[in-house]
Structure formats: C-alpha cells, structure tokens
C-alpha cells in the first residue's frame, strides 16, 4: 500500500537560507513553494530523482512545525510514504493497529491529500501519506 518515498520533511527556521543550501550546495532544483494554511506552515519542494525534499518553515510559532522548531530546533521532521488510495490506506493503517492523527485526510501541498500517523506507533518516527494529486 506504500509505494515510495515521496518526500522527507525537513523543518527549517529560515526558509530562504535553507533554500540557498538546497539549491546551491547540494544542486538541487526548487520545483514549487506553497503557503499551506491548513498546515500552518510554507512549504518548498526540491527535487531530487523521484522523490522530494519538503522544506517547512512555520507561519507562526503556535503551528506544529513552530512547536517542533521551539523543542527541537531546525531539522528532519517527517518522512511521507505515497499511496493511490488515501482512504483504504487509512483504514488499513487503522485495522492493523496504527494511530493515525489524522483519521480524514487533509489537503497537501500541490492539491496532493494527506494525513500523518502517530510517532507512538511509527517508531518515533512522524509518518506522512500522501496521495498526489493527479498530473503531479
Ligand atoms: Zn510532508
């Protein structure tokens, strides 16, 4: 039911610096930035090979992301697993005993639909799903 990795989410305290890194170091290339309100955050895809790099950087210092940055500061945040049903995925998750934060996906960054599963029942690892969008 996963099928990739789509991305690894990076949480980023400067989002300009970070992309200055991304783009010129590691010469990667920025294929879209996105105000995600829903999410609390803005968020920059990289390209690299298939997959992307998610830099996100908070809208305001009460988001999730903001919260992550206080406690932990800047660096890896989630990884995200791409599904072609959202929805089935979730109810397989859910059947095999894993904690989802999100029940009902929410909307991602290109369109594309979402939903997190707990880092208790991930290995401490923030868990993302993600059904894209179609034509991304
Ligand atoms: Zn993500």
């Known amino acids: 039911m ?3 990795i789509d991305h690894i989410g990076v949480a980023v305290a400067d989002l300009d610096g970070a992309i200055a890194l991304y783009e ?6 920025l294929v879209h930035r996105e105000t995600v309100p829903e999410q609390g955050v803005e968020a920059v895809l990289i390209d690299v090979g298939d997959g992307h790099v998610e830099l996100l950087a908070p809208l305001a210092d009460d988001t999730p992301v903001g919260k992550f940055l206080a406690k932990k500061g800047p660096g890896l945040h989630h990884v995200a697993y791409a599904v072609e049903d959202i929805e089935a995925t979730l109810a397989e ?23 997190f599963l ?7 690892v923030l868990t993302e799903i993600v059904e894209p969008a179609h034509g991304h």
Do not use: K, N, W, Y
């Open 24 to 29: 010129g170091a590691l010469g990667m290339a």
């Open 93 to 115: 998750l859910s059947e095999a005993g894993v904690e989802l934060i999100d029940s009902v996906p929410r909307v991602g960054i290109r369109d594309s639909r979402v939903a």
């Open 2 to 4: 996963l099928s990739r």
């Open 118 to 124: 707990h880092p208790r029942s991930t290995g401490a």
